[in-house]
C-alpha cells in the first residue's frame, strides 16, 4: 500500500487517510491533559470540575501516550462543519471555596489546555503587546495547548494583585481547505483564542420558554462579540462561572498533508543551522586532526617496530609492542564488562532503527506515542543483539560463567531503570497525576520484558556461544608484565574524564533543543539535524576512544579493556551534569517532586548515554588493538 501513495513531502504513516466533513457535519473536539512545564505532573482534563458531558468516554491510546500521561476524553462542545457560533454557553456552574483553590493553584503554577481536533492540537492566538515601533496586532504562536488562566497584575486592567482569573471564554477558529480531487472539507488548522470575562445577565437564568432554555447574556451576543477589555472572571471566592464558547470558520490553501507544518517548524531555522554547523564544524576540526596525528604515528610506529632484526634492538625499544603478551590478558571482571558492552549494543541498536523510522517520517508528532512506544518496542527486541554481544566477547575472553553474564544482561541495566521508573511512578501517584503509568500498563511492561526480551537474550546468547571463539593476533604470557609508573595525565581518572568531553561537546547543542522539547514542550522534528549528530557523535566516540587507548598502551600500561569504555562513556556523566544546569537556568520548579522527577528521569537518560557511548569506544578499541597488534612481528 505505501508504494501506491502518491509522492507528497508529507511525514503521516501510509494508510493514514484524511477525514474529509460535509458541512452540517459533526466535529468532535477532544480534551487532553493539563500539563504544565512547573511541575511536569499532567492531570486528567476532568480532574477539575469543568463542564461534563452525559457520559465520558475515554479513548483508545497507545502504549506511548499511556506513558507520557496522556488521557484524551470527549468533551461537551458542539462543532458542526462550516456552522459558526458566536458566544454559546456550554454550562453554567456553581463552584465551591474549594474548587475555586483548585482551579487558582493550577492557574498559579502555569497550567494549559490541550485540545485535539481531527487529531489536530489545539494553537494559541496571543495578542501581542501594544510598542512605540509597531501597533498591537496578532500573532499565531503554534504551541501545545493554551493558557488555562493568568494571575492578576497591576499592568492587567480591571485585574487585581494575588488574585488568580480563569479563560472561561474561548473563540475557536477552524481552518479547512477543499479541492476538487474530493468532497467536503479537510480540517488544516486549529486556533483557540482564550478570554476571561465575568458574565452577567437578567434573572432568572432558567428560561425554558426560550430556544436556549436560559436568559441571553449582557456580556457577549452574536452581535456582539466578546472582548478581553471586559471585567474578568475571578476565582477567588466561591461564585458561579458560565462557560462559553464561539466557532469560527476560515477558508486555508494550506493542504491537509502540510497541516503540521505551523508546528513543527516554528522555531528559527537559522539559528538551529548555525548551531549545528558550528557544533561540525569544531568536532570535524579535532577529529580530522587527532586521526591525522595517529596515522602518522602509528605507521612510524610499526615501520620501527617491523625494521628491528636483533633481540638486543628490541630490548632498547619502548612503546606499545613491549606489551604484546599481556595486551590481550582478560581484565578483571571481566563477565561484567561483557554485559556493559552487550547492554550498550543493545541501546545503540534501539537508537539506530529509532532514527531510521523517525528520518523516514513514522515517528511524527502527530502519531501521538509513538516515538515512546518505538523506543521500548525496540529495545526489547534488541535483546537479541545484546545477549550475542555480551556472549561471544565473553567466550573469547575465556570466561566459564556464561550462565551469569547472559542473566546479568537480561536483568541488570532493565533491572536498574525498571526501579528508578517505579519508584518514581509512586510519587507521580502520590501527587494523584494522570502521569502515574497504571498497573496494567506495568504488568504490561513486565510480561514485554519477562516473556519477549529474556528468552531473546538467552537466544542471542546461545547463538553467540555456538560461533567459533575470537582469536586474537598474539599469545598472552603466564606471567603479566610489570605496569611501569604513570604521569599523572595517563591516570585511569584523568583520561577517562577527559576522553568524556569531547563526544559530550558534539551533542550538547543539539541536546538543549532535545531537553526543551521534552521538558519546556516544544515539538521536535528535525530528525535530519539529530541523525548528523547522531553519526558525529559515534564518530568522535570511536577516536577518542582510540587515541586514548594508543596513548595508554605507548606509556606501557595494558589495562585498556575497562578504559576504553569507560573515556568515551564518562561524556554520560556530562550529559547529567549539563541536565542539572539546564533546570537551575531555564526551568522553575515549584514542587520537590518535580525536580526528583526531573533528575531520576535524566539519571536514566544519561545512564543509557553512557552504555550506548561506552560500548562504541569499546568496540572501536577492540578492532584498534587487534588490528595493530596483527600488523606487527611477533617473534
Same mark, same amino acid.
Given at each position: 500500500?505505501?508504494f ?50 452525559a ?10 501516550e ?12 458542539e462543532?458542526?462543519?462550516?456552522? !459558526? ?29 490541550n ?5 489536530l ?19 499565531t504562536i503554534?504551541e ?18 494575588g ?11 477552524f481552518k #479547512? ?13 486549529? !486556533? ?25 447574556l ?5 452581535a ?18 458560565i ?5 469560527r ?20 531555522e ?21 586521526a ?20 638486543? !634492538? ?7 609492542k ?19 558492552v ?7 541498536g ?6 531510521i523510522?523517525?528520518?523516514?517520517g ?5 502519531n ?5 512506544t ?9 535483546g ?13 575472553l ?16 532493565p533491572?536498574?531503570?525498571f ?6 511512578n509512586l ?21 514485554m520484558?519477562?516473556?519477549?526480551s ?11 556461544y ?45 541536546l ?28 568522535t566516540?570511536?577516536?577518542i576512544?582510540?587515541?586514548?587507548? #594508543? ?20 561524556s554520560?556523566l ?11 537556568t ?12 526531573y ?10 548515554f553512557f552504555?550506548?557511548?561506552?560500548a ?20
Open positions: 500500500m505505501a501506491t501513495l502518491p509522492a507528497v513531502p508529507s511525514f503521516y504513516l501510509p494508510g493514514v487517510a484524511p477525514i474529509e466533513y460535509a458541512d452540517g457535519a459533526k466535529v468532535d473536539l477532544k480534551v487532553n491533559k493539563l500539563t504544565s512545564t512547573k511541575t511536569q505532573l499532567p492531570y486528567e482534563w476532568y480532574s477539575l470540575p469543568f463542564c461534563r458531558p457520559e465520558i468516554i475515554y479513548m483508545a491510546e497507545n502504549l506511548g499511556v506513558m507520557r500521561g496522556d488521557r484524551i476524553e470527549n468533551s461537551g462542545y462543532i458542526k462543519m462550516n456552522v !459558526e457560533e458566536s458566544c454559546k454557553v456550554l454550562c453554567r456552574m456553581s463552584y465551591t471555596d474549594q474548587q475555586m483553590h483548585d482551579f487558582s493553584a493550577k492557574i498559579v503554577e502555569d497550567y494549559r489546555v485540545w485535539i481536533v481531527d487529531n492540537p489545539a494553537a494559541t492566538r496571543v495578542v501581542e503587546p501594544a510598542s512605540r515601533a509597531s501597533p498591537s496586532r496578532i500573532i503554534y501545545r495547548g493554551f493558557p488555562l488562566g493568568f494571575k492578576g497584575s497591576p499592568d492587567i486592567p480591571g485585574t487585581k494583585e488574585v488568580n482569573y480563569v479563560y472561561n471564554h474561548h473563540r475557536m477558529v #479547512y481547505h477543499t479541492d476538487p480531487a474530493f468532497d467536503g472539507s479537510r480540517l488544516v488548522g486549529f !486556533e483557540v483564542e482564550p478570554f476571561s470575562v465575568q458574565h452577567t445577565y437578567a434573572e432568572p437564568y432558567i428560561r425554558p420558554h426560550l430556544p436556549d432554555g436560559h436568559a441571553p449582557d456580556t457577549c451576543s452574536a456582539k462579540p466578546v472582548v478581553h477589555n471586559l471585567p474578568p472572571q475571578s476565582m477567588s471566592t466561591a461564585s458561579e462561572v462557560w462559553t464558547y464561539d466557532v470558520w476560515e477558508y486555508s490553501d494550506v493542504k491537509w498533508a502540510s497541516r503540521w507544518d505551523v508546528y513543527l517548524y516554528a522555531t528559527d537559522q539559528i538551529h543551522w548555525f548551531s549545528i554547523v558550528n557544533s561540525f564544524m569544531i568536532v570535524l576540526f579535532l577529529t580530522g586532526m587527532l591525522m596525528i595517529m596515522l602518522r604515528t602509528l605507521h612510524r610506529d610499526l615501520r620501527r617496530y617491523n625494521d628491528i632484526e636483533t633481540k638486543e !634492538e628490541a630490548a632498547e625499544e619502548s612503546g606499545w613491549l606489551v604484546h603478551g599481556d595486551v590481550f590478558r582478560p581484565p578483571h571482571r571481566a563477565g561484567l564488562l561483557c554485559v556493559y552487550g547492554t550498550g549494543v543493545q541501546v545503540l534501539m537508537t539506530v532503527v529509532t532514527m523510522f523517525a528520518v523516514l513514522f515517528l511524527s508528532p502527530s501521538r506515542g509513538a516515538l515512546m518505538a523506543l521500548i518496542l525496540l529495545f526489547t527486541l534488541m537479541l543483539l545484546a545477549g550475542f554481544v555480551s556472549a561471544r566477547l565473553y567466550k573469547g575465556g570466561g566459564r560463567e556464561w550462565r551469569m553474564v547472559t542473566l546479568k544482561t537480561a536483568f541488570m541495566f533491572g536498574i531503570v526501579a528508578i521508573f517505579f519508584t518514581l510519587f507521580i501517584w502520590g501527587q494523584k497525576s494522570s502521569g502515574a503509568v497504571p498497573f496494567g500498563t506495568l504488568l504490561a511492561l513486565l510480561v520484558w519477562f516473556c519477549i529474556v528468552p531473546l537474550v538467552y537466544l542471542g546468547s546461545y547463538l553467540g555456538r560461533i567459533d571463539v575470537l582469536s586474537f593476533p598474539t599469545k598472552t604470557n603466564m606471567i603479566p608484565r610489570a605496569i611501569p609508573a604513570q604521569a599523572w595525565y595517563t591516570t585511569p581518572t584523568f583520561s577517562v574524564l577527559v576522553g568524556g568531553i569531547l563526544p559530550f561537546g558534539a551533542v550538547f547543542i543539539e538543549f533543543f532535545i531537553l526543551s522539547s521534552i521538558w519546556l514542550h516544544q515539538y521536535y522534528y528535525v530528525f535530519g539535524f539529530l541523525l548528523i549528530v547522531f553519526l558525529i557523535l559515534l564518530i566516540c570511536a577516536e576512544a582510540i587515541v586514548m587507548c #594508543y596513548f595508554q598502551l605507548c606509556a606501557e600500561d595494558y589495562n585498556w579493556w575497562w578504559r576504553s569504555f569507560l573515556t568515551s562513556g564518562s554520560g556530562y550529559l547529567f551534569i549539563y541536565s542539572i544546569i539546564y533546570m537551575s531555564k526551568m522553575v520548579m515549584t514542587r520537590g517532586v518535580s525536580i526528583l522527577l533528575c531520576g528521569y535524566m539519571l536514566i537518560a544519561a545512564y543509557s552504555m550506548l557511548t561506552g562504541m569506544g569499546f568496540i572501536a578499541c577492540f578492532i584498534f588493538v587487534r588490528s595493530i597488534y596483527a600488523a606487527v612481528k611477533v617473534e
